[in-house]
């Protein structure tokens, strides 16, 4: 495996991590567990950080002249990384309006 594909797995499997610790905080606030949420939100932006860290490396690489091919597995990458970006994003929006319901919900059931 080339350097530019071992760079570019990464890229996917580190979002793919992120995406899963994502999903993962967001089953947990729905039970309400607070802190799981809270742990899995941070191990989804340790993922997301290394992923996107293997992104800038290729940047700079292309940025210093070297040529870089473009290929589906790197537009997969690319496309990989920003959805988990973008979900991630999401889900701690949702996340903080779990917080807020689940107290109303749990008082309304009693």
Not at 22 to 45: C, F, H, Q, S
């Amino acid at each position: 495996m080339s350097e530019m594909e071992q760079i570019i797995m990464n890229i996917i499997i580190y979002a793919g991590d992120a995406k899963s610790h994502a999903y993962e905080a967001l089953r947990k606030v729905n039970e309400g567990d607070y802190t799981g949420a809270d742990e899995e939100m941070k191990k989804a932006e340790e993922s997301l950080e290394v992923a996107h860290n293997a992104q800038t490396s290729l940047l700079h690489k292309e940025a210093n002249g070297e040529k870089m091919e473009m290929s589906v597995l790197f537009v997969h990458s690319q496309d990989h990384l920003m959805t988990t970006i973008t979900e991630k994003n999401l889900i701690e929006q949702i996340i903080e309006l779990r917080k807020l319901i689940n107290p109303i919900l749990s008082k309304n059931n009693n």
